[in-house]
């Protein structure tokens, strides 16, 4: 062995040790991790799932992490005011919603951040790529594909051929919404359909948005994924019936709460797959070079009980398709 090479095998020996001393030191520390998302009827649920997860992994609430949630009422400054008064206090943050992702992006914080249910986190720019995402921030986006809105739209199409105006329910500000409009204008033109943008600033907006809705002659109502809107996921559900609107929503705890169908993924699910993301920071991993997951899968769900009370029949092709059926 030349000189070179004992100098160059000297120096990998001592960065592998080095390596190694800080993934031990780091696993011997009780990692404190703070949750920022909506309260709703699935946040307990997230929650359990997240420490169940890192607990199957080797991390024990109390003992190697302390998970502290904060929940807030989803509006830019609420995300952001909660955001920073837990980063003093973690080491590694987990932030639900793009409402949430763009509010830690503009804190500027340099806490490792695990974002979850973020609608194209390249457009709005939490990250510079999915494969190589740059910075403090990586996850888990909400949409699979651009297509996704446009499959809701042709969805509501299959269920209602004659369909010809849809309303549109959209958080205002909300860095989804200019994602979900883009790819709803590109299918509406094929599908015959006039889309009719309904913005919310908040849940107390949704009755008098309704009204407007039936000003505008609505035949149907799409949902856009968002905090503002999972929220109000059971009020959303209940006026959609309530005025006779055949609704599309983005994630089955709307079906289950009186919507018709839904199209997105399982919010549970990317719960444990954001633990893995905890995880793997931990054990010395960059979010910069972890790349951003799609959910782990898609679900159709429709409820036969809400579609009764519409007075509509689903096509047999749709019911097959479907993940669940609530009758």
């Not at 960065?15 to 404190?32: G, H, N, P, Y």
């Not at 409009?181 to 600033?201: D, F, Y």
Request: with cysteine; glycine share 8%.
């Amino acid at each position: 062995m030349n000189r070179r090479q004992f100098i160059s095998l000297l120096g990998t020996s001592a960065a592998t040790w080095s390596f190694d001393v800080r993934a031990q030191q780091s696993l011997k520390k009780t990692w404190r991790v703070g949750v920022v998302h909506t309260r709703d009827d699935q946040t307990d649920r997230r929650n359990g799932a997240l420490e169940e997860t890192l607990a199957k992994l080797g991390y024990v609430q109390g003992r190697e992490v302390e998970i502290s949630v904060r929940t807030v009422v989803p509006t830019p400054k609420n995300f952001e005011d909660a955001i920073t008064g837990m980063l003093p206090y973690v080491d590694i943050l987990v932030v639900w919603s793009t409402l949430g992702a763009v509010a830690a992006r503009n804190v500027r914080t340099m806490v490792p951040t695990v974002f979850l249910s973020v609608g194209a986190p390249v457009n709005i720019g939490i990250v510079q790529s999915l494969a190589r995402p740059g910075g403090n921030m990586t996850g888990v986006t909400f949409e699979a594909a651009t297509e996704t809105y446009g499959k809701r739209l042709q969805i509501l199409k299959e269920i209602a051929p004659g369909l010809s105006r849809v309303a549109i329910l959209q958080g205002a500000g909300d860095a989804n919404v200019p994602y979900a409009m883009s790819a709803l204008e590109q299918a509406a033109p094929a599908l015959g359909v006039k889309l009719l943008p309904m913005n919310i600033k908040s849940v107390d907006d949704l009755e008098a948005t309704f009204l407007g809705m039936r000003r505008e002659q609505a035949e149907a109502l799409i949902v856009v994924a968002g905090a503002l809107t999972f929220t109000g996921t059971k009020q959303i559900a209940n006026l959609a019936l309530q005025h006779k609107l055949p609704s599309c929503h983005a994630f089955k705890e709307a079906v289950a709460a009186g919507g018709l169908v839904s199209l997105g993924p399982d919010s549970i699910a990317m719960a444990r797959q954001g633990a893995t993301y905890i995880d793997r920071i931990i054990q010395g991993t960059e979010p910069a070079d972890l790349p951003v997951e799609q959910p782990a899968r898609y679900e159709l769900h429709v409820n036969l009980s809400a579609a009764k009370a519409l007075g509509i029949t689903v096509p047999p092709s749709l019911l097959v398709r479907a993940d669940e059926v609530i009758e």
